[in-house]
Structures are given as structure tokens and as C-alpha cells.
């Protein structure tokens, strides 16, 4: 069993920064697809960023060149990075870890395409809430 845990959110300031972390506990494999999902009041949940373990990342067109998503294996940690952030990224931020063998070829993409069923079967944070304020 995957326990994850995300940290990192708070208030801050259009333009500001945040780092999200989200860690594991218990067996993720080496092999694996970690994703970042944000989902705002009365919005659906959506995919911003996500890391295949063979270290291809992908993001959504809205934080492109502004998020970056890392990972520090030794820590089982994975990051989420966040910079000049905005008003609409006001959100509650869950990380989402999927086995890479419940993926369909080619998994790397698979793991970018948030509404993915196999999201449905992913291990989930309790989420970290970002509020930006103007």
C-alpha cells in the first residue's frame, strides 16, 4: 500500500512562488508515473504536470514555462515547483502515483494524459491547498 503526502501550499502573492512536495510511503517501485492534479472550487479536477520514471515530464498548456515538476528518488519525494503564480492556480493540489505497468504503451505518454482511467486507480494525496491572491 502507497501512502502520499503533499505539503507546501499556502497564501501567497500573484507572482509568487511555491514548492509542493508530495512524499511516498511504502512501495512505489522503480517504475512508475507521479502526477500533479489541481482542482478549484465548482471546476472539475485537472492535470497540471506529470513524471514518468524514466524521467519524461509533461504539463498543461496553463503552467507551461511557469511549473516544473522534479523528484529526489534517495527522499521519495517528488516536487512541484511553482513560479509566477496566479490568480486562476488557486486551487487544492493532489499528487497521484500510478504503477508504470498499468499504463498502455507508450506509458511516458500515457502518463501525461490526466484523464486517463488508470488515474482512477491511482494512489492520492489528501491534496495541499494554493490560495493566490491579486
Known amino acids: 500500500q502507497v501512502q502520499l503526502v503533499e505539503s507546501g501550499g499556502g497564501p501567497v502573492q500573484a507572482g509568487g512562488s511555491l514548492r509542493l512536495s508530495c512524499t511516498a510511503s511504502?512501495?512505489?517501485?522503480?517504475?512508475?508515473?507521479m502526477a500533479w492534479f489541481r482542482q478549484a472550487p465548482g471546476k472539475e479536477r485537472e492535470g497540471v504536470a506529470a513524471m514518468h520514471s524514466d524521467g519524461s515530464t509533461s504539463y498543461a498548456d496553463s503552467v507551461k514555462g511557469r511549473f516544473t515538476i522534479s523528484q529526489d528518488n534517495a527522499k521519495n519525494t517528488r516536487y512541484l515547483q511553482m513560479n509566477n503564480l496566479k490568480p486562476e492556480d488557486t486551487a487544492m493540489y493532489y499528487c497521484?502515483?500510478?504503477?508504470?505497468?498499468?499504463?498502455?504503451?507508450?506509458?511516458?505518454?500515457?502518463?501525461?494524459?490526466?484523464?486517463?482511467?488508470?488515474?482512477?486507480?491511482?494512489?492520492w494525496g489528501q491534496g495541499t491547498q494554493v490560495t493566490v491572491s491579486s
Open positions: 497521484a502515483v500510478v504503477p508504470s505497468f498499468s499504463l498502455p504503451y507508450p506509458r511516458a505518454t500515457s502518463c501525461g494524459n490526466y484523464k486517463g482511467s488508470w488515474y482512477q486507480r491511482a494512489y
Open positions: 511504502g512501495a512505489t517501485g522503480n517504475n512508475y508515473c
